[in-house]
T-cell receptor
Framework: TQLLEQSPQFLSIQEGENLTVYCNSS?????LQWYRQEPGEGPVLLVT?????EVKKLKRLTFQFGDARKDSSLHITAAQPGDTGLYLC???????????FGAGTRLTVKP | ETGVTQTPRHLVMGMTNKKSLKCEQH?????MYWYKQSAKKPLELMFV???????ENNSVPSRFSPECPNSSHLFLHLHTLQPEDSALYLC??????????????????FGPGTRLTVL
């Protein structure tokens, strides 16, 4: 089992719809990062959340870190085809601070 | 542009070939990483270097041999690979090795990857 569980694994939606993807763990994390990876490319850092309960916005993307720092969510408003990609969460658990990655959510936004 | 470059972007090799992957980071970071990403599988950490010293080797077969001549460059030497080694190989760097729980120094920045196909 993964230390960071991401759900759903796959998501296919129409342009203009809203969506939320989740990153959950039973462990506490010092911080969590969200990356987006397009086919054939490396992951690109979107945001880092550090404080429990923290909310960060990046245009149509809203990232939230859980109060207990064990989970995070990414909400996309009015999804566009350019949002298509693999969304990865990652972070260092406080028990050893060694960076861990989730398996990702593969998002497809159809025009 | 993330400041981490990888060459080549695509590589096709036979099982008896010897090739090398190159990674260069322009961020002034002290730690560099090799990951393997196979289809439908999560990122697998292969090697970690901190200040040019290997600090972690996650039971990677000896047909993969890393080299870190300085803090800006990282190589992955390949020899007698198997078809199951076909994958996207990603290089990443971070300010420090990342055991302090400090996101300002732990966050990893990735290169574009090398798509490797072993015939």
């Amino acid at each position: 089992t993964q230390l960071l569980e991401q759900s759903p694994q796959f998501l296919s939606i129409q342009e203009g719809e809203n969506l939320t993807v989740y990153c959950n763990s039973s462990s506490v994390f010092s911080s969590l990062q969200w990356y987006r990876q397009e086919p054939g490319e490396g992951p690109v850092l979107l945001v880092t959340v550090v404080t429990g309960g923290e909310v960060k916005k990046l245009k149509r993307l809203t990232f939230q870190f859980g109060d207990a720092r064990k989970d995070s969510s990414l909400h996309i408003t009015a999804a566009q085809p350019g949002d298509t990609g693999l969304y990865l969460c990652a972070g260092p658990p406080t028990y050893n601070n060694d960076m861990r990655f989730g398996a990702g959510t593969r998002l497809t936004v159809k025009p | 542009e993330t400041g981490v470059t990888q060459t080549p972007r695509h590589l096709v090799m036979g099982m008896t070939n010897k090739k090398s992957l190159k990674c260069e980071q322009h961020l002034g970071h002290n730690a560099m990483y090799w990951y393997k990403q196979s289809a439908k599988k999560p990122l697998e950490l292969m090697f970690v270097y901190s200040l040019e010293e290997r600090v972690e080797n996650n039971s990677v077969p000896s047909r993969f041999s890393p080299e870190c001549p300085n803090s800006s460059h990282l190589f992955l030497h390949l020899h007698t690979l198997q078809p199951e080694d076909s994958a996207l190989y990603l290089c990443a760097s971070s300010q420090d090795r990342g055991l302090a729980g400090d996101s300002s120094t732990d966050t990893q920045y990735f290169g574009p990857g090398t798509r490797l196909t072993v015939l």
